[in-house]
């Protein structure tokens, strides 16, 4: 299943500047999935972040890695009208190259555990198969 911007936009509250996600393919609903996202040169943070030399932060490479998570658990849930997301924890947040302007680049997600409303996933950033930041991290998930 491979949802689209609007679709994405049904299952967490994300909005522009802040969603970090263009499209998800679900591969388990509630347990796996891949987001794309492409930065263009015009993005916000590129002006501060740095002028000179542009890179996107590692906290929204971190947070597109939950962004996709909470889409592909919000997919499983999604007869239930109200959600709410609570980013819980971050560990072993790891960058080993740096994401440019204009760079396509993906977010794959795997669960690691889920234990009543908190899920933990580990989340990869890469490029052409290239590994360039990857992280663990935790959300509790309320719904109605």
Known sequence: MILE???IKK???HREPFLFVD?????IPGEHGVSYKKFNENEYFFKGHFPNNPIVPGVILVEAMAQTA???V???LKEYSEKSVLFMSVNKAKFRKPVLPNDEVEF???ILNKVRDVYKFYGICSKNN???SESEF???IRYK
Request: charged share 25%.
């Open 11 to 13: 299952l967490i509250p």
């Open 70 to 72: 909470g889409i592909v």
């Open 108 to 110: 794959e997600v795997k």
């Open 23 to 27: 499209k998800c393919e679900i591969k």
């Open 138 to 140: 935790s959300a509790m």
């Open 130 to 132: 290239i590994k360039l």
């Open 74 to 76: 919000s997919y499983l």
């Open 5 to 7: 911007v609007n679709d």
